[in-house]
């Protein structure tokens, strides 16, 4: 997905490296196949390593595993595919800035490919303390709103789990107008064998 956002938390990551400031990635694990080890990667090839965060992880508890590890609060956690996160996470978060100092920055998506909000995305909407969009062009030269989810022959998806485990599930950020311009296009064209025979 889009990784906009990934280059932004890994640019983040090497500006705390050159401070000194001592920081944490983390990302939701999505596939239980994968392994316990983990990097976010951007396209660039820039990578850092990361822990795996599980639909029943407890952040503030692993958050307080890590501050006895090391004897002392870090300071940043940097969240990747937020989105993805339970509304509890999102909440145990909030805990580890307001009892801890620490500060969290999720990057995630707004929604889904169908335009809906994401559990995570939206429990961070209600409760985080700020909010910095990152913006992103249309090929029409609109902003970018929707992340849809398109299928071997280019065309929109409309139906189908909101995260795909192990699919081939490709996507492209496009704006609202050309969202429905192609959802049109695309219902005229698979409607045209029926009308054809009228
Ligand atoms: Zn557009």
Request: charged share 30%; aromatic share 10%.
């Amino acid at each position: 997905m889009g990784s906009a956002k990934t280059a932004l938390l890994l640019t983040t990551a090497y500006n705390f490296e050159e401070r000194g400031m001592r920081y944490v990635c983390m990302k939701p694990r999505l596939d239980t196949r994968e392994g316990s080890r983990s990097v976010i990667r951007s396209r660039i090839g820039i990578e850092r390593e990361c822990k795996w965060i599980d639909p029943d992880t407890d952040l503030y508890q692993t958050a307080q595993t890590l501050f006895e590890e090391n004897m002392s609060v870090i300071e940043w956690f940097l969240i990747d595919e937020a989105q993805f996160l339970t509304e509890r996470q999102v909440d145990q978060l909030s805990r580890i800035v307001d009892d801890f100092g620490s500060n969290v920055i999720c990057f995630g998506l707004r929604t889904d490919f169908r335009s809906c909000l994401f559990e995570g995305s939206r429990r961070l909407f209600e409760i985080a303390d700020t909010i910095d969009e990152i913006k992103s062009t249309c090929t029409c030269g609109r902003k970018t709103i929707i992340n849809a989810r398109i299928d071997q022959n280019g065309d929109f998806v409309e139906e189908g789990a909101q995260v795909e485990i192990g699919g081939n599930e490709r996507y492209i950020a496009v704006c609202r107008k050309c969202w429905r311009n192609k959802r049109i296009e695309q219902a005229a064209r698979q409607s045209l064998p029926l009308s054809f025979h009228r």
